[in-house]
């Protein structure tokens, strides 16, 4: 006869209770595999009464019962992952328990059910599946910010403009985006593209960006083998990749002379052929192009060729700069604030009067880029100083410079309360900021214009930190 265990001799009322108020389910056997403490866990779960098993053999209950070869072999289990019925789900482990002459007395068998995670992760896995197809087709699409409702704009022209592209985005008229760096070009490109609810991508080509040599296969693409160094599979070239959707031809003024009859031709065939290749492949695209330069003047100096201008602007959009739609610059930077907050869960701030004055002077050459990096850069130094508002000093000092050309004289008088150091160090960089920019910021032109040393001028533009504008 084995050792003798009784459950009772480690009485403790206590003890007992714990037991019963965990989650998970207890069973402890004698080395006989005799049932001696079952929870109210195990009850539950198992749907077996505490006082039909205590005292039975275990295996009559759970033939399959991992304590039995507990008792066996000695050895220790853990969480072994378990589905005892359909859409049931536990983990198991398993111990032998020793008395104190380290006598195996017994095993203690401990069940969590985890049904609940199983599910919950399965969910989880379900959706992320869903949701990085959605991010894919998102992608593919090139949508994000495209859609019209999400151009900001109180300025009655700029709206004209909004339902102009709207109009014309169904049919399959070529257009020409014009305005400066950070007016919305890109942003009316997708818009348009989302609206028309062409069935393919929408395809952006930097003609800025793609290194002389490499547009033609960036572009039309290329056959296995075409040339050494192209991929042993050939690829695709853009025109094909937004085939039944839309090309977006950006910086279309810095697109290589040479290729402008490539693809003018590609345009009134209406066919591509990769290169190496002998198969034209059917293009129906829609063509919006943008540039920030006077394709007009490029044309006009023979740089562009009339033609290929011809073609891409059947119809030109004009996107006016912020500095001509001044009612539009609160209304972006608030929203720019808000939605920066939103995103970086940080309570939004107010912007006073004072600082609404500046933004609304200032010109905005980066438009309205440069207005969005502003305030979010605003809103960082702003949090970094505690502040529930945003203040002057949280702008560009380059925009604080900005303010004294629109306060119209330098309160130089000695009822000035701000002291002579202070003074005389707000008119030092008044003209030194006005020298840089009547030199249009070449610093040895500025230095003699205030007739100091370049080295001087260094120091101070330094010390000031006046730096260029856009
Ligand atoms: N009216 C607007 N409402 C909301 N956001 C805008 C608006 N106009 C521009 N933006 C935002 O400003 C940024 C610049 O816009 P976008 O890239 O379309 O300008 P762009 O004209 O293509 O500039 P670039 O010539 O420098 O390429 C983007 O983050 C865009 O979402
Ligand atoms: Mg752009």
């Not at 929870?39 to 098993?53: L, P, Q, R």
């Not at 002459?101 to 969910?123: C, F, H, P």
């Not at 042993?232 to 090309?247: D, H, L, P, R, V």
């Not at 707000?426 to 006005?434: D, G, M, N, R």
Request: aromatic letters at 10%; glycine letters at 4%; hydrophobic letters at 35%.
């Amino acid at each position: 006869m084995k050792e003798e265990f009784n459950f009772s001799d480690l009485d403790s009322e206590i003890f007992e209770f714990i037991l019963d108020n965990i989650p998970d389910a207890i069973t402890i056997v004698d080395a006989n595999c005799k049932t001696i403490f079952w929870n109210k866990t195990s009850e539950n779960y198992f749907g077996v009464k505490k006082d039909d098993i205590i005292g039975k053999d275990i295996r009559e209950f759970f033939p399959s019962s991992l304590l039995p070869k507990v008792i066996d072999t000695e050895k220790s289990y853990h969480n072994i992952y378990n589905s005892p019925r359909k859409d049931s789900f536990t983990v198991i482990s398993a111990v032998p328990i020793y008395n104190q002459e380290n006598q195996l007395i017994g095993g203690l068998a401990r069940d969590r059910d985890i049904t609940e995670y199983v599910k919950l992760s399965e969910l989880l896995s379900k959706t992320q599946t869903s949701l990085d197809k959605l991010e894919k087709q998102y992608s593919s699409y090139g949508i994000r910010e495209s859609s019209f409702s999400n151009i900001i704009t109180n300025n009655p022209e700029f709206i004209k403009t909004i339902n102009v592209c709207k109009n014309i985005a169904k049919t399959k008229i070529n257009i020409l985006l014009r305005g400066e760096s950070g007016t919305g070009k890109e942003l009316f490109a997708k818009a348009i593209h989302n609206e028309s609810e062409l069935e393919g991508k929408f395809v952006a080509v930097n003609c800025s960006a793609i290194p002389k040599e490499l547009f033609e296969s960036e572009l039309f693409g290329y056959d296995k083998g075409a040339f050494t160094g192209a991929r042993k599979e050939g690829k695709s070239g853009k025109f094909e990749e937004a085939n039944n959707g839309t090309i977006f031809l950006d910086e279309i003024g810095d697109m290589p002379f040479n290729m402008q009859p490539k693809i003018l031709r590609i345009l009134e065939e209406g066919y591509v052929t990769r290169i190496g290749s002998n198969t034209p492949i059917k293009l129906n695209i829609r063509i919006i192009s943008a540039t920030n330069k006077d394709i007009k003047e490029l044309v006009n100096k023979g740089e562009f060729r009339k033609d290929l201008y011809y073609r891409l602007n059947t119809f030109q959009v004009d996107l006016k700069p912020l500095r001509e739609r001044k009612e539009d610059i609160v209304l972006l930077s608030n929203r720019f604030m808000q939605e920066f907050c939103m995103e970086n869960g940080i309570n939004v701030f107010i912007i006073p009067e004072k600082v609404n004055k500046i933004l609304k002077n200032y010109q905005w050459e980066g438009n309205v880029r440069e207005l969005k990096n502003v305030i979010h850069r605003a809103v960082i130094l702003a949090r970094e100083n505690n502040n529930d508002e945003i203040t002057v000093d949280n702008l560009p000092n380059y925009m604080q410079f900005n303010d004294y050309e629109n306060t119209e004289e330098f309160d130089v008088s000695i009822n000035n309360t701000k002291g002579l150091e202070k003074t005389l160090e707000e008119v030092e960089k008044k003209l030194i900021y006005e020298a840089m920019k009547k030199s249009d910021w070449k610093k040895s032109e500025a230095a003699n214009i205030l007739g100091i040393p370049r080295t001087t001028l260094y120091y101070k533009l330094d010390k000031y930190n006046i730096q260029m504008q856009y």
